[in-house]
């Protein structure tokens, strides 16, 4: 597959999500007084993508050059180019998706100065990292054939450092650069396709795909096995870089044997995944408001849920964010500039959901994901709650 990108793509315009002209999807389990008010949420799938485009104003296309000659399907030559945004120069660059303990790597710096794990019993490597991203890479170009993705956006935490075996008897002061090995346990990466946008409630989503890899979830003493991934497709909120996953945008457990069969789970995902249903879950939460006092009662009941007896827990709805981030939340509950309260003290659903997509992003890269999603179902659960369903009244009394 050729997967460089045509410089004709400058004439790329954003792409609004269309209604198709099927029938909207009904969505169970909820309970809105007035769904009038809420905007069909729109959506343009890969089939029936308009071709109508503009040059993205803040993401340039960059070219994937794609080595066949190796055994594995998905691998870039070190020498890719990096990201260079075309914003204006006094912009301040956007927070990453993730902080937490993370580095931002470029996808050269993985091919080049890492090295790759391998199963120590039969000596077999390991799907590395960057075949990982160029793999979804791959993925992403079949399912949106029409449509320039954004350079990855790399993440790493928990680097594991080694030496070359000429510098064994060497102090680690007298190390020299060729001497050192390294490579990470946990990388999370996002790629953007800017030209496939929403808004909701003001603020611009795009559609962005991604995943997380950890080591440490691996037995690498062992002999090779499948290997463990997590993949998602869903929105960043591009006015705080947060994460919007839904459940069958996210595949917690993807486990594989090479880099074909991750490029083709990863496929799979994506065509299954329905935006459209995810879209209008997101502007349904804008219909519906917290009290400052039933904000209160969830930041204490948040608290005290992480020391219910276990037999208690299990008759409540999961909440799997910790004291830390609910502390965030209370603090972002006045003073964030994007999602606090209102004069009033109310704040809607959807601001609420995204003071949790906020603080998670202090989260380490291996929980990151099943926290974001957590976060999205809690706060669907929060707004069965205020229309009749009682799973969440605990949170809230």
């Known amino acids: 597959m050729d997967t460089t990108y045509n410089n004709s793509k400058a004439e790329e315009k954003d792409i609004k999500f269309h209604s198709v002209d099927t029938p909207q999807k009904s969505i169970k389990d909820y309970f ?13 799938y890969p089939s029936a993508m308009k071709t109508e485009i503009k040059p993205d104003s803040t993401t340039e296309s960059q070219a994937f050059f794609v080595d066949k000659s190796h055994g594995f399907k998905s691998t870039i030559l070190p020498k890719v180019k990096e990201y260079v945004k075309r914003l204006n120069p006094l912009e301040e660059t956007p927070s990453p998706f993730i902080v937490a303990n993370t580095l931002d790597v470029s996808l050269s710096h993985l091919h080049t100065d890492c090295i790759i794990p391998v199963f120590s019993k039969d000596n077999e490597r390991t799907i590395s990292h960057q075949e990982f991203i160029e793999s979804v890479v791959e993925a992403a170009q079949r399912a949106f054939p029409q449509y320039s993705l954004s350079q990855p956006e790399v993440r790493v935490s928990h680097q594991i ?15 020299l650069d060729h001497h050192k ?13 800017p030209s496939l946008t929403e808004e909701v409630k ?19 003493y062992s002999k090779k096995t499948l290997e463990k991934f997590k993949f998602f497709i869903g929105f960043q909120n591009r006015v705080c870089m947060n994460m919007c996953i839904s459940t069958d945008g996210f595949l917690e457990n993807m486990r594989v044997s090479n880099a074909l069969e991750l490029e083709n789970k990863a496929l799979e995902v994506m065509q299954n995944y329905n935006a459209e249903l995810h879209l209008m879950e997101m502007k349904e939460l804008t219909q519906d408001y917290l009290s400052e006092h039933q904000f209160a009662q969830l930041i204490g009941k948040s608290r005290l849920y992480q020391h219910l007896p276990k037999g208690e827990k299990l008759r409540i709805p999961e ?10 939340m209370a603090k972002d509950y ?12 109310r704040i809607n659903l959807w601001n609420v959901f995204n003071l949790f997509t906020q603080a998670n992003k202090s989260s380490y890269i291996d929980t990151f994901l099943d926290r974001n999603l957590n976060a999205f179902e ?12 009682s799973d969440y009244h605990w949170f809230l009394s």
């Open 334 to 345: 006045y003073e964030d500039q994007n999602f606090s309260r209102m004069e009033d003290g």
């Open 32 to 44: 809105l007084d007035d769904k009038d008010e809420i905007q069909e949420a729109q959506i343009l």
């Open 202 to 220: 003001g603020n611009k989503l795009t559609l962005c795909i991604g995943g997380v890899r950890s080591y440490n979830q691996e037995n690498l």
């Open 181 to 193: 090995t390294i490579y990470y346990e946990r990388m999370a990466f996002l790629v953007r396709i």
């Open 161 to 175: 450092k080694g030496r070359t075996p000429d510098a064994i008897h060497m102090n680690a002061k007298d190390l």
């Open 378 to 389: 809690f706060s669907k659960g929060l707004q069965k709650t205020l229309n009749g369903n």
């Open 319 to 328: 909440l799997n964010f910790n004291d830390s981030h609910i502390n965030t």
